[in-house]
């Protein structure tokens, strides 16, 4: 979705923004704890930034649209890929505590993390994550850093990876039959390390509220924006009533 890239070798030339300076300080962070999930930012190409390219295959479904169910490959849909995935989000969670940012001009949430918080990816979802033989290796796409409750952040991970949707939904997502989504839920908490699995419930919630704050962000006009906002009320309305259901 973003415009402008290209690629030479094993560098990859992004469009920077100005939010790019805290997101470059973040990556280097990760790199210098040890985190080898996130691409390796190198320097400036005049205004755009030069980062390690991560091989692999990330989850493309062409007629995807803001509010539409994105179709996903079968790796992407593996138990093995939904448990490697919440490791990752984990070893990136622990990588990041501790991170002092000078920079806080993040894109949505230009501010320090406050005690509770830590900076996280943003955006983490099946497109924003590069598998190879099946499993995923790293995030891409780091424009959406920014301070946020890791609890909020697990959950906004779960909520894409599991996938949380209702039966038709799923369906469209390439499942056959309905995966039982309250045991991917608890699979993907577990495989985290959360010792709470019901505390993710009302994350769930959070995570939501969240992303309808972002849409004044977007680049949309008022018929696009109320459409975003109406997607978010059905997904809390059907969050209402599975609620119950997960928490188990």
């Keep these: 979705m973003t415009q402008g890239i290209s690629r030479l070798g094993g560098h990859l030339l992004r469009p920077t923004g100005p939010w790019s300076g805290a997101v470059h300080e973040y990556l280097r962070y990760l790199e210098t704890a040890g985190f080898d999930g996130a691409p390796r930012f190198l320097g400036l190409d005049g205004d755009r ?85 099946g499993l995923p290796v790293g995030f891409i796409d780091w424009d959406a850093s920014g301070p946020v409750d890791p609890l909020v952040d697990l959950a906004a991970a779960a909520w894409e990876f599991v996938p949380l949707a209702p039966p038709e939904q799923l369906r469209a997502a390439g499942f056959g039959p309905a995966p039982d ?46 459409e975003a906002l109406e997607h978010l009320a059905r997904e809390l309305r059907w969050l209402h009533s599975v609620s119950s259901q997960l928490s188990r």
Excluded at 79 to 100: C, K, W
Excluded at 203 to 220: F, G, N, S, T, Y
């Design 181 to 226: 989504i309250a045991a991917r839920l608890r699979l993907f908490v577990g495989a985290y390390g959360l010792d709470d699995r019901s505390a993710v419930v009302p994350a769930l919630q959070q995570c939501r509220l969240l992303a309808a704050e972002r849409i004044k962000h977007a680049p949309v006009d008022a018929a696009e924006a109320a």
């Design 49 to 133: 930034e030069i980062l390690t390219f991560i091989d692999g295959d990330v989850p493309v479904d062409p007629d995807w649209r803001p509010g539409t169910v994105q179709r996903l490959p079968d790796y992407a849909r593996s138990e093995a890929a939904l448990v490697t995935t919440a490791m990752l989000v984990r070893q990136l969670h622990d990588a990041a505590r501790g991170f002092p940012p000078a920079d806080t001009e993040y894109r949505f949430v230009p501010r320090p993390p406050r005690a509770d918080e830590i900076v996280s990816h943003g955006d983490l979802g099946p497109w924003n994550t590069v598998y190879r033989n």
